[in-house]
């Protein structure tokens, strides 16, 4: 009687199993927006891929596969509600009216300015007016500081000259050429933390002289997708709270800390 009872048994065990194995849920990641979000090796890489993988780690039923795409792709994948979830948009509801809901927020970005510390002898605490008479640097295809600022421009109050990355900006300011650089704070961290590792900066050298801008990063979710992912709930709750929870352990802070230490002990990879 052992082998048929054994049998019996059997499918209702492996049953169990396949119930318990957690889903695997594909994100959508940009696959071109260093440090935060890229593609390297076939690999998605970057803080939020970070984050998400450590997000990952920590739900129960579910496992998060990430697929770096052109950002562009990703939107209209989402529109079409054939993929469920894209990282990291901005919220912006009405711009978007096929992305809802979306994650607690992953992340904080910040625009910033950075100037030589001889250019700031003097308080310049209103953006952009005391900046008038300044050369300032940005990357080349963004437009980045407000419309005072761009108006400021437009009059010669403020110049500017553009190059195709931080490091060419940094770079500038640090020997004299420009006064302030403009752009993304983490991603002139980063690059900062390289040059100096590289011998080509000193911290004294350049003052955080304004914050321009911020923005929270999240997870973007279809609504496009009419019961293709039925599961999207129960994933959403989960990773609201591995979310939470990591901005609330640090692990969030942890992971940008590490980035910025491999700038420091490691030369520059380019993206």
């Known amino acids: 009687m052992r082998l048929p009872i054994a049998c019996r048994l059997l499918p209702a065990l492996l049953s169990a199993c396949c119930a318990a194995a957690p889903r695997t849920v594909t994100i959508l990641t940009d696959n071109g927006y260093p440090p935060y979000s890229y593609e390297a090796a076939g690999e998605a890489r ?19 596969e990430l697929k770096p795409v052109p950002w562009k792709r990703g939107l209209a994948e989402l529109e079409a ?34 100037c ?16 008038q008479g300044l050369r300032f640097g940005s990357n080349a295809g963004f437009r980045l500081g407000g419309d005072a600022f761009w ?3 437009g009059l010669n109050r403020i110049m500017l000259e553009e190059a195709p990355d931080a490091r060419t900006n940094l ?3 640090i020997r004299g050429h420009l006064d302030c650089y403009l752009n993304d704070k ?28 911020e923005e929270q990063g999240y997870v973007g979710f279809t609504d496009r997708d009419g019961g293709r992912f ?29 980035a910025l ?3 420091r002990t490691q030369p520059p990879s380019s993206f």
């Not at 970057?46 to 998060?64: P, V």
């Not at 469920?84 to 910040?110: G, I, N, V």
């Not at 001889?118 to 308080?123: D, F, K």
């Not at 991603?187 to 321009?212: C, N």
């Open 46 to 64: 970057g803080i939020y891929n970070d984050i998400l993988r450590a997000a990952s780690e920590r739900l129960r039923g579910f496992r998060i």
């Open 230 to 258: 039925p599961y999207k709930q129960g994933f959403l709750r989960e990773l609201n709270q591995a979310l939470s929870a990591m901005k609330r352990d640090g692990s969030v802070d942890r992971i940008v800390g590490r």
């Open 81 to 114: 509600g054939r993929a469920l979830a894209l990282s990291p948009p901005y919220y912006r509801p009405r711009d978007r009216p096929f992305m809802q809901p979306y994650s607690t927020p992953m992340l904080k970005e910040k625009v910033v300015v950075y």
């Open 171 to 173: 770079m500038k300011v």
């Open 116 to 131: 030589r510390t001889a250019v700031m002898g003097r308080p310049r605490p209103a953006w952009p007016d005391d900046y």
């Open 261 to 263: 230490e491999a700038a």
């Open 151 to 153: 108006a400021l421009i």
């Open 186 to 213: 983490l991603s002139i961290d980063l690059e900062l933390a390289r040059l100096q590792q590289q011998g080509l900066y000193r911290e004294s050298e350049l003052r955080e002289a304004a914050t321009v801008s």
